[in-house]
């Protein structure tokens, strides 16, 4: 009973590590989105205000 219980505590903290996991790989990811969103707008911005002076 006792090897049972360590077996699905073992197995649930890796489900759990598994999932925080997935939860970090995707907020770096929408990072990298946002940042070259980011850099496209001051470019952008970099262009229009050359543009116009």
């Known amino acids: ?8 505590a073992i197995g649930g903290a890796a489900a759990w590590i ?3 996991q997935r939860r970090l790989s995707a907020a770096q990811m929408r990072g990298d989105m946002y940042r070259d ?7 952008q911005l970099a262009e229009h205000s050359a543009q116009g002076s």
């Not at 009973?1 to 699905?8: D, K, Q, S, W």
């Open 37 to 43: 969103i980011a850099v496209r707008l001051d470019r």
């Open 18 to 20: 598994v999932a925080l």
């Open 1 to 8: 009973m006792r090897t049972v219980f360590a077996l699905l």
